[in-house]
């Protein structure tokens, strides 16, 4: 079993930053994938970014290339969100995903982002 636990959202306003937090409960490097996913009210849930472990290849959306990246911290089992440039439509509940070894999917509570003026 991993835990996720995802921190770091709030009220930014447009052109504003945050940085998102990602809480694992096991070694980030037993896992396969990471990943941000986000949803918005009436929407589908959709990836943000993704980053595999083992070679460190990183994804992102079209939408968020260019203002969000993704990193990692080894050390305290956390996966990052740095947003930046943040426009309304990136307003959402973010949520952390984890694949472990076998492939078996893992899900924080998620966190409220608001780009508001």
């Known amino acids: 079993q991993v835990q996720l636990v995802e921190s770091g959202g709030g009220l930014v306003q447009p052109g504003g930053s945050l940085r998102l937090s990602c809480a694992a409960s096991s070694s980030i490097s037993s896992l396969y994938a990471m990943a941000w996913y986000r949803q918005a009210q009436g929407k589908a849930r959709e990836l943000v970014a993704s980053?595999?472990?083992?070679?460190?290849?990183?994804n992102y959306a079209d939408f968020v290339k260019g203002r969000f990246a993704i990193s990692r911290d080894d050390s305290r089992n956390v996966v990052y969100l740095q947003m930046n440039v943040l426009k309304d439509e990136d307003t959402a509940v973010y949520y952390c995903?984890?694949?472990?070894?076998?492939?078996?999917?893992?899900w924080g509570q998620g966190t409220q982002v608001t780009v508001s003026s």
């Open positions: 995903s984890a694949l472990d070894r076998w492939l078996k999917p893992y």
């Open positions: 980053l595999h472990v083992y070679d460190e290849i990183i």
